[in-house]
């Protein structure tokens, strides 16, 4: 199972440039898609503060009519979007500049192709783990605490941390 994950994220990745977005998020799996989102989702946030509406096209979308399988893909990634938007607007507020600032590094980030969920100084490789087509409950100021099991199912695997002797 895992490696099925594995491999349908590995080859999302590389397509996802090569399709528009709506077409893309429609002819992948759930988990998929939304891993795939927030990778790029990094990706993006880090080039715009390295340079100094990601809900539009989705939004089109989930109007039109789709199976019970789709909406519930767009819904839960739309949930997750929103807030990847939120945060964008409190990073510009806040004026980050810097992919090293603060407010930056403290957000959940998944990077691409090692697929590495970051936060602040903690590193976790995402587990792969199975997690269904489920919804996702509404991200608040007061939800958004970075406890990466109440935010990401797939952080349950066990830390990695350094033996104190």
């Not at 409950?137 to 952080?155: C, F, G, K, M, N």
């Not at 349950?156 to 104190?164: G, I």
Request: include cysteine.
């Amino acid at each position: 199972m895992k490696a099925t994950l594995r491999d349908n994220i590995d080859r999302s990745l590389k397509v996802y440039p090569e399709h528009p977005r709506v077409e893309w998020v429609l002819s992948w799996p759930g988990q998929v898609v939304i891993a795939g989102c927030q990778v790029f989702w990094t990706a993006e946030v880090s080039e715009a503060l390295e340079r100094g509406d990601l809900l539009g096209d989705l939004v089109q979308l989930v109007r039109q009519g789709l199976s019970m399988m789709q909406r519930a893909v767009l819904s839960a990634l739309i949930v997750i979007e929103v807030h990847a938007k939120d945060v964008a607007a409190k990073l510009v507020e806040q004026e980050v500049s810097s992919i090293n600032d603060f407010e930056w590094i403290s957000q959940l980030r998944l990077t691409a192709y090692d697929l590495y969920i970051r936060a602040v100084n903690a590193e976790f490789l995402y587990g792969y783990e199975y997690l269904g087509n489920s919804g996702r409950l509404v991200i608040t100021q007061l939800t958004d605490r970075w406890r990466p099991e109440s935010y990401h199912p797939a952080l349950h695997t066990p830390l990695q941390l350094p033996v104190l002797h």
